[in-house]
C-alpha cells in the first residue's frame, strides 16, 4: 500500500513543480529501470539471505526513506521555494534501489511459511490483494496529497512501521541452515559433521554465485516461444503503461487534480481485475498443441 501510494504521487509533485509531463513520467521510467536492473541482483540476495531479517531491513528503509522525504516536502512548503523539492530526486533514486534489492521478499518468504499444499491458494491469495490494492492506491494518494503533498509519505511511513512489527512475529519459516540445525537437534553424535556443514554453507554465502543473477534471463530467451512472448509483452505493457501515465498526467491538471487522477488509475485496476477473470476462463477452454 505504502509504495503504490507514493508512486501514485511522485509524478504528480514533480508535475506540479515543473510543469513539464515529459520530466514527470521521466522521473518515474527512472525509477523502473533501476528496480527491473537491480531486480536480478536482489533475487540472489533473498535466495542467500535470512529472509526475515531482509523484510525487516527493508520496513527500516521504507520508514527512514518516506520520513526524509515528508521533511523535504514540509520544509519547501514553509520555506515556500520550490527549488526544495528536487532534492526528492536522490531519495526516489535510494527508494527504487532498496525496492529492486529487497521489494520481492514478502513473496519469496512465502514458500518458507505456508506448506506447498497451500502455496497455490496463498499465491492467489497474494494477488488478489495487490489488485485491491492497486484499485485503492489511487484514490486515496489523490485524497492524501489533497490535504499537503508531504501526507502520502508520512503515510508511507506510518505503514512501514506496520511491516516491521508484522514482520518481526514471524518466527516459524524456512531458512539458510534451518535443516543444519535439524540435523543437529536428531543426532548428538553427529555435531562435528553439521558444524562443518555450517562452515561450508557460511564459505559459499561469502561466495555467491552472481550469474546466478542472469540465470532466468538465460532461460527466457533460450526459446522461440518465450522470446516471442517476452517481446509482445514488452510492447503491449510498454504502449499501454505509456497511454496510462499520459490520461493521468492529463486528467491531473498540472498535478493539481491528484483525486480524479486517482479514480482514472483505479478503474484501470478494476479492468485489469476483471481482464484476469475473463483470461483465467478464455485459457482454460483453450486446446495446447
Known amino acids: 500500500m505504502s509504495t503504490d501510494i507514493v508512486s501514485f504521487v511522485i509524478p504528480l509533485i514533480i508535475l506540479s513543480i515543473s510543469g513539464s509531463a515529459a520530466l514527470a513520467s521521466s522521473m518515474d521510467a527512472l525509477q523502473a529501470a533501476v528496480l527491473c536492473v537491480l531486480g536480478l541482483i536482489g533475487g540472489v540476495i533473498q535466495d542467500r539471505y535470512d529472509r526475515k531479517k531482509l523484510m525487516l531491513l527493508e520496513g527500516g528503509a521504507l520508514v527512514a526513506l518516506y520520513l526524509l522525504s515528508a521533511v523535504v516536502l514540509i520544509a519547501s512548503d514553509v520555506l515556500h521555494n520550490k527549488a526544495l523539492v528536487w532534492l526528492l ?26 506448506p506447498d499444499g497451500q502455496l ?13 490494492v492497486g484499485m485503492i492506491s489511487g484514490p486515496i494518494g489523490g485524497t492524501l496529497m489533497y490535504i499537503g503533498r508531504a501526507v502520502p509519505f508520512l503515510t508511507g511511513a506510518c505503514c512501514g512501521l506496520i511491516v516491521l512489527l508484522a ?77 496510462l501515465a499520459i490520461t493521468m498526467l492529463e486528467v491531473s491538471e498540472g498535478g493539481h487534480q491528484a483525486v480524479s487522477a486517482g479514480f482514472v488509475n483505479a478503474s484501470v485496476a478494476c479492468g485489469m481485475l476483471l481482464g484476469a477473470v475473463v483470461a483465467s476462463a478464455v485459457v482454460q477452454r483453450m486446446r495446447i498443441r
Open 89 to 114: 530526486v536522490p531519495i526516489l533514486m535510494l527508494a527504487a534501489v532498496r525496492d529492486g534489492l529487497l521489494g520481492n521478499t514478502s513473496n519469496v518468504m512465502l514458500r518458507g511459511i505456508v
Open 120 to 132: 497455490p491458494k496463498a499465491m492467489s491469495l497474494n494477488d488478489g490483494r495487490d489488485a485491491v
Open 167 to 243: 514482520t518481526s512475529r514471524i518466527t516459524r519459516y524456512w531458512h539458510r541452515g534451518a535443516e543444519s540445525r535439524c540435523a543437529s537437534t536428531d543426532t548428538q553424535a553427529g555435531e562435528g559433521d553439521t558444524k562443518s556443514t555450517d562452515e561450508g554453507e557460511k564459505g559459499h554465502n561469502e561466495q555467491p554465485k552472481w550469474r546466478e543473477a542472469f540465470a532466468g534471463l538465460r532461460w527466457l530467451f533460450a526459446g522461440a516461444f518465450q522470446r516471442r512472448l517476452i517481446i509482445a509483452s514488452m510492447i503491449v505493457t510498454g504502449g499501454s503503461n505509456a497511454f
